[in-house]
């Protein structure tokens, strides 16, 4: 039944015809695809991507690999769209030191749950740093760490500059 609904959204897809929503039983429609006439399948909204996945999307954007340990496994397809929107609109490059790993906060917008990245805010990160503070609506602090808002191809972004006791001064972006 997959292998049929693939087919016929990709034949749809290199046709050019559109797929209305309802067209498709609720099991297509519960993880929804995006097809490009190439064959290959992006998932977007709340879809969960696997590590390759979100690497693959990354990559093709001209953001770099995540540092360290980071993970994107289980990264929400709505999060990895929202940083290639942020790198276009600001133009900076954009370093992503936390992800989906475990060490984070809990909460219904997590980083576990897919939400949330982490990005650097020195060296390369000083080009986003001084685009969120003179580009985005400043918000109220959460606790001691600034807050600032904005919305990038209709997903929304809350950009806390985190400032940790231990260090590691960092972007904590959730998108939505």
């Given at each position: 039944?997959?292998?049929?609904?693939?087919?016929?959204?990709?034949?749809?897809?290199?046709?050019?015809v559109a797929i209305l929503p309802g067209a498709l039983p609720a099991s297509a429609q519960a993880n929804p695809v995006q097809?490009?006439?190439?064959?290959?399948?992006?998932?977007?909204?709340?879809?969960?991507?696997?590590?390759?996945?979100?690497?693959?999307?990354?990559?093709?954007?001209?953001?770099?690999?995540?540092?360290?340990?980071?993970?994107?496994?289980?990264?929400?397809?709505?999060?990895?769209?929202?940083?290639?929107?942020?790198?276009?609109?600001?133009?900076?490059?954009?370093?992503?030191?936390?992800?989906?790993?475990?060490?984070?906060s809990a909460g219904p917008r997590s980083h576990a749950k897919g939400y949330k990245l982490d990005l650097r805010t020195r060296?390369?990160?000083?080009?986003?740093?001084?685009?969120?503070?003179?580009?985005?609506?400043?918000?109220?602090?959460?606790?001691?760490?600034?807050?600032?808002?904005?919305?990038?191809?209709?997903?929304?972004?809350?950009?806390?500059?985190?400032?940790?006791?231990?260090?590691?001064?960092?972007?904590?972006?959730?998108?939505?």
């Amino acid at each position: 039944m997959r292998n049929t609904i693939k087919s016929l959204m990709l034949g749809a897809a290199l046709a050019g015809v559109a797929i209305l929503p309802g067209a498709l039983p609720a099991s297509a429609q519960a993880n929804p695809v995006q097809w490009h006439s190439a064959g290959t399948s992006t998932p977007v909204g709340n879809a969960r991507l696997t590590n390759r996945q979100a690497l693959a999307q990354l990559a093709a954007a001209g953001i770099k690999r995540p540092v360290g340990h980071t993970s994107l496994e289980g990264v929400r397809a709505r999060t990895i769209q929202g940083v290639i929107a942020l790198k276009k609109a600001s133009r900076c490059t954009i370093t992503i030191t936390g992800g989906t790993e475990s060490g984070h906060s809990a909460g219904p917008r997590s980083h576990a749950k897919g939400y949330k990245l982490d990005l650097r805010t020195r060296n390369e990160g000083a080009c986003l740093t001084k685009w969120i503070k003179t580009t985005q609506h400043k918000g109220t602090s959460r606790g001691n760490d600034p807050r600032w808002y904005g919305t990038l191809d209709r997903i929304s972004l809350e950009y806390v500059y985190e400032t940790p006791k231990r260090g590691g001064v960092h972007w904590d972006v959730t998108f939505i």
